[in-house]
């Protein structure tokens, strides 16, 4: 007979698009007896977000379907843009107050995180971690910062993975196999679903509306950030497309005068603009799409679900290789295309390869797609945290 699992404190900065979900589908269909403890309310009140330049709340209950409670935060400048943004110096109390039997715990870079650990080890309660950085683009830290990150990972009796560059991260900084248990990255698939009438309707009529009828369409979404490298997909696009082809943007940001400006110079290629898309209107444009773009650089990209959202959609992509995902996620000639990031040359000439696929080949990269991102769901997701649960349970 099985153990009985562990009461699971869970510690998130916010509720999110993508793991809020996910915390309704473990209440649904596990027997985990769990408690988020959310430490700002980002997300589900109308909050500013200056990456993106627009204030929103996301369009999805986030709430439902679990136990949670959001821990007062005391922080002057509340976020997770700073160490103090989230201060909840009510945490032990509250944490006391459930007695849980293990916390997970989601980053590391905020007091409140750190209080939670300190809690957790003066009542040996053994604490499970959930990160998803990577060396790629940057290297192994200095020595001094390389023996600090040593110690703290030294304090979880588990650590959750989400891929093969994270994996790597882990294991450089001294975590041992048997404290790594593999819980990818994961979107809600129910929403990205490209059989959806509603969704298949509202691509097409967006492709009408702006005049992508007949053209191999290339997505951009996200936050127009230098980070993420719009204005290099733009430069590359220009440099690369024929009249069959046209590049779409969705949201808003920093990069959006620059891009549109540029657009505007060059009014014989087709680049659309659209507006920061809420999270049940973005099937519809990764599905007016032939392949999604994300060409970031730098250690920032730690994963980009936005990529996972684009291949349920059956929508192969082009990403650079320091994307987190890029070698879990996306081969070359099997589920999309991949360049050297910062290379504007081999950006332009994966990117016009993007764009001259035949649309056999596609079909063909679309199926592969299809089967790869099916290993990459909320089930898979949980079978790792409960592996790690059941080890701490058998110790």
């Excluded at 473990?26 to 009140?45: C, E, Q």
């Excluded at 604490?127 to 990150?149: E, M």
């Excluded at 369409?217 to 993420?228: C, D, H, I, N």
């Excluded at 970031?296 to 996972?308: I, K, P, Q, R």
């Amino acid at each position: 007979m099985a153990a009985p699992l562990p009461r699971l404190a869970v510690i998130l900065s916010h509720p999110t698009q993508y793991y809020s979900p996910w915390f309704i589908w473990l209440g649904a269909h596990t027997p985990l007896p769990f408690r988020v403890f959310y430490l700002w309310d980002f997300g589900v009140r109308d909050t500013r977000d200056p990456q993106f330049g627009t204030t929103f709340r996301w369009d999805r209950d986030l709430l439902s379907g679990y136990e949670s409670e959001f821990v007062p935060n005391t922080a002057a400048d509340p976020g997770t843009h700073h160490w103090r943004g989230l201060s909840n110096p009510a945490l032990p109390d509250r944490l006391a107050a459930w007695r849980p039997e293990c916390l997970l715990l989601f980053g590391y870079k905020w007091s409140a995180h750190l209080r939670a650990l300190a809690w957790a080890r003066r009542h040996r309660v053994p604490v499970l971690f959930r990160g998803d950085s990577h060396f790629l683009g940057r290297g192994a830290p200095p020595l001094i910062r390389r023996l600090l990150l040593r110690l703290l990972y030294r304090q979880f009796a588990g650590i959750t993975y989400v891929g093969q560059a994270n994996r790597d991260y882990f294991r450089l900084l001294g975590v041992r196999e048997e404290q790594l248990f593999f819980a990818p990255h994961s979107v809600d698939q129910t929403l990205f679903d490209p059989a959806n009438p509603t969704v298949q309707a509202a691509a097409a009529a967006l492709r009408t509306e702006h005049g992508l009828a007949g053209k191999r369409v290339v997505l951009f979404a996200g936050k127009m950030s230098e980070r993420k490298q719009p204005v290099p997909l733009l430069r590359a696009f220009l440099q690369v497309a024929t009249e069959n082809d046209a590049l779409v943007f969705v949201g808003e940001g920093d990069e959006r005068g620059a891009l549109e400006s540029l657009a505007r110079a060059h009014p014989d290629r087709r680049v659309r603009f659209l507006p920061f898309a809420n999270q049940t209107e973005m099937p519809a444009r990764y599905l007016l799409a032939d392949f999604f773009a994300l060409p970031s650089h730098g250690f920032y990209e730690t994963w980009g679900l936005a990529v996972n959202e684009a291949m349920h959609m059956g929508v192969p992509c082009l990403v650079s290789d320091l994307v987190g995902c890029q070698r879990d996620l996306v081969r070359p000639g099997e589920t999309g295309w991949v360049f050297e990031a910062g290379n504007l040359s081999a950006l332009a000439q994966a990117l016009q390869a993007a764009l001259r696929t035949p649309p056999e080949e596609l079909a063909r990269l679309r199926s592969k797609v299809i089967a790869t991102i099916s290993r990459y769901t909320y089930e898979q997701t949980a079978a790792g945290l409960l592996q790690a649960l059941a080890h701490l349970s058998s110790r």
